[in-house]
């Protein structure tokens, strides 16, 4: 007999959204000799001196549970961090906890401020989990479009203009993905202004943090007056190639640091212990090897927004991370009808805007974290996906 | 010691984009010129120039491809590497006898050292037996060699900076994430 599952499964669980993500990760799968461009994380693999301090922890029998926060040593180390990279201090003791990637980090935030309707806005084209995060906390995610006549970044208008006596705090992804949009200084000080105006918070979702290639990184945290209204995300994910270590953290005023780790405790515990290890070497001592890696990106970077732009197939230069976000307005496409179209007949792989949120239709997203041989075939294939159909109409 | 004598070549400063240009092609020196440029934003005649300047100056040395020959049978190499003691000459040091030895074909390398021995050379041959007489005919012959160490190599895991075996090649991501 076939159980009815249904009157199980919780309405929370029904409500959420499959990932638009998923459909499309379902056809690529199934096909062979696909070039993707549609990967959301870098194409190096750990740098080993971070593999083999992990191997060392299992090996000298590191396998307990660490604090809740996470080990001392590892707080310690991305205390220093933030402070002589991004210039923001924070107390290893009670500020900093150690979360399973930034994703979880994410959730302990939303977890930690939100009331049942507080409004989040959420700088659209934007990544995936925020928006099913913030409903999963109780919250309601509010799109806040951004325009590609600016790049892709947000303005402090376009904020304003969604604030209403229930919003509660903005999240912000720079360098961001799927745009690769990134937010200068000045640029972020505008929308401090109105943060503080309003009596906000922001998540600063920072995890492309060590991948901003043509200006200095600016943490939120590091502008005028917004220490105490920012809970800062990273994590070691993309700028030191450990996504699948599920490693990050998140750092904020102690009063929410304190809210966040009563969370973790009781869902989490903490992180894996010899990973945590790992992640204290990569701090120490990646330093050279995560220059070369952004420099490696910047590369391609460039041979990919130019080669898109000749083809017909428009983008502005994103500023960090490893995606450019070209339109495909002018193949009277929709970015599903592209992305999939691309897929059977190039076999490429890219995925569709508007999966990123509504203001993402028109677009599509391609990841240059792929080796160049390979970026140069996709891109070939895609020139010749335009060509035999004369899809580009000037 | 005379080893500052040996040292001494100066080195030249590089703008930043000719030192990406020479990063990329260290990586892969098939790469297109066009392509370089679009990497470094700059025009397939800069980058020409650019490549030209760097291999006047000897800063591009050649373009070598990195071959496992042990795959190839019937081509195998036996590769052995030799500690050298050397008495330098007076006023010429180490240079004279290095640059004599360096230009034995058999010889694919050969380095100045600190420490026990002066000069680490690494031989490649058909067989021990030619290595062999090479050493006791060609490198123990030379005035001022004092003693040879040979060291037969077994099994190369890197070389070049580049790994002969592991997995770290391969693309084990899913092929489409957020
Ligand atoms: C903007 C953004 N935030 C967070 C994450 C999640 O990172 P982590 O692996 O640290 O959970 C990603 C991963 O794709 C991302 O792109």
Redo the contacts with the bound molecule.
Sequence with gaps: MMQDYTRYVSQTGKDLKPSGIRKFFDLAASMEGVISLGV??PDFITPWNIREAAIVSLEQGYTSYTANAGLLELRQEISTYLEKRFGVEYDSNNQIIVTI????G?DLAFRAILNRGDEVLIVEPA?V?YGPLVSLAGGTPIPVSTSPANGFKVTPEQIEQAITEKTKAVLL?SPN?PTGSTLTKEELTEIAKIIKKHDLLVIS?E??AELSYDEVFTSFAAIEGMYERTILLN?F?KGFAM?GW?L?FVAAPKPLTEVMLKIHQYTTMCAPHMLQHGAVEALRNTYHEVEAMKRSYRRRRNYVVQTLNQMGLECHTPGGAFYVFPSIRSTGLSSEQFAEQLLLEEKVAVVPGNVFGESGEGYVRCSYATSMPQLQEALKRMQHFIESRKLVKN | MGYMNELEEMAMKLSSEEIEILRIIEENHKISVESIALMVESSEEQVRKTLKKLEDEKIIMSYPTLIDWSKVEGQENVIAMIDVKVTPKRGVGFDEVAKRIARFPEVSSLYLMSGAYDLSITIEGKSMNQIATFVSEKLSTIDNVISTTTHFMLKKYKHDGVLFTSGDDQDRRMVVS?
Excluded: K, M, V
């Design positions: 959301g994380e990637g930034a994703s979880q994410l990544f989990s992804c993905n979702d995890i492309y994590g994910s996504t599920r990050g | 957020p």
